[in-house]
């Protein structure tokens, strides 16, 4: 089971580019250049270590290997990280300096990534899991469903700050950088990882300020909307191991589904490359309204969130709307941004609570005829069968 941080993850991708900025801004770079190598990686302390432990919380890392080579680390309790990020910059035979291990978007994520976690921590617990997903952790857990991946190996998943339509998101330093194809530009230069510490990416930054007027003085704000709850603390921290680099080619696909407004595989630009990779002249869809009715979710998304904007929320909502009701919880909190889901100082009132209420309800009662004959049912409660404190004994 995961707890915010664990989506942090999964995410970060989108929140990094503002975050470098903000940071950039206030001249404030660099407490840490990420590492370059996996030498690098030895270095630098684990998550575990530097978040986690000091805050009295169990932690052990785990590496998992995808299909395609990727090494990702796990953290038991909390997190994923997708690969790209410093703690996962492993792969089986290529370095980060070579273009291919760059050759991804969120499609490998989804057909890569999430398998490789969802069958190592279900063959390591015999528990189905409880996915908890932010941001770009949504947009795959929501692909995967779609596919009808994993579903046995789930009970119930929350998406915080959803990103699935993204054609109406108000973001303007997302938007301009869209518009003006960044993303194709940087790729076409030969810049396949997008380290949103780099100069290259930094210096980029400074520019869409200076051309497209946006006002980046408050870089997190352009990016993710005006985040009600942040304390400056809390995201000092946080910008000490966020933002993490992405493939270039992830945030090229990202801008295709803002341009489009479509939930689609990576388009290659031209039919014969997609006829290649996917047997037709477009990319193919992920269809929402194919996640099982059935599949508990709980969804939450802010008012001020300029990422995951209402507009585009109520199209997922749309789609969902065959979902069973008692299945499908949502929650509207007006004065969220983007990061507010994970870092807000309120957050544990606002979303850890709901959500822990929500999964405790997927647990099944499950009642059994004892064995005893002086009981006569033993009732079991939580979540996969573990008997907790609720275990009630009926005598005869
Ligand atoms: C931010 O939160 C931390 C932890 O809750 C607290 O110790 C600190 O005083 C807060 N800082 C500000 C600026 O509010
Ligand atoms: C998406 O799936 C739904 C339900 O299975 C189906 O009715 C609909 O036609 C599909 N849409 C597309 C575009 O394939």
């Not at 009715?293 to 909502?317: C, E, H, I, Q, T």
Request: with cysteine; net charge negative; glycine share 6%.
């Amino acid at each position: 089971m995961a707890n915010a941080l664990a989506t942090i993850i999964l995410l970060l991708t989108l929140l990094c580019r503002s975050a470098t900025g903000a940071r950039t801004k206030a001249s404030a770079l660099g407490s840490q250049q990420p590492p370059s190598s996996l030498d690098a990686l030895a270095d630098d302390n684990g998550i575990c270590q530097s978040m986690v432990d000091p805050q009295n919380y169990d932690c052990e890392e785990h590496t998992v290997t995808t299909q395609d080579g990727y090494i990702l680390s796990l953290l038991k309790i909390t997190i994923a990280n997708t690969c790209g990020t410093k703690y996962s910059r492993g792969h089986t035979s290529l370095s980060p300096d070579d273009p291919a291990y760059w050759d991804w978007t969120w499609d490998n994520l989804v057909s890569s990534d999430l398998p490789a976690v969802f069958n190592y921590v279900y063959d390591q617990t015999a528990q189905k899991l409880h996915y908890v997903g932010h941001s770009q952790g949504t947009l795959m857990a929501l692909a995967a469903f779609s596919r009808e991946q994993f579903l046995v190996m789930l009970r119930a998943a929350v998406l915080l700050s959803p990103i699935a339509y993204i054609g109406q998101m108000t973001s303007p330093i997302a938007k301009s950088a869209v518009e003006n194809f960044l993303a194709e530009a940087l790729y076409q230069l030969g810049v396949y990882e997008f380290d949103p510490r780099g100069d290259a990416v930094v210096k980029l930054l400074q520019d869409i300020c200076q051309k497209t007027g946006v006002d980046c003085t408050y870089l997190l704000t352009s990016f993710t909307g005006p985040n009600c709850c942040l304390n400056s603390t809390i995201v000092n921290v946080f910008l000490d191991h966020e933002p993490q680099p992405t493939s270039t080619k992830n945030l090229i696909h990202l801008a295709q589904m803002v341009r489009d407004g479509k939930i689609s595989m990576y388009d290659y630009g031209n039919e014969g490359q997609n006829i290649e990779h996917y047997g037709q002249a477009t990319p193919p869809l992920y269809n929402m309204s194919s996640i099982p009715n059935n599949l508990p979710f709980f969804l939450s998304y802010g008012g001020a969130d300029a990422l995951s904007d209402m507009r585009d929320v109520k199209l997922l909502l749309d789609s969902l709307k065959d979902h069973d009701g008692d299945k499908l919880v949502t929650q509207y909190r007006v004065d969220y941004a983007h990061a507010d889901f994970v870092m807000g100082e309120n957050a544990r009132e606002v979303v850890c609570d709901p959500q822990m209420t929500f999964l405790r309800l997927q647990c099944v009662h499950t009642f059994k005829k004892a064995r005893s004959p002086r009981i006569l049912s033993v009732e079991t409660c939580g979540c996969n069968g573990v008997k907790r404190n609720c275990v009630t004994l009926m005598r005869v």
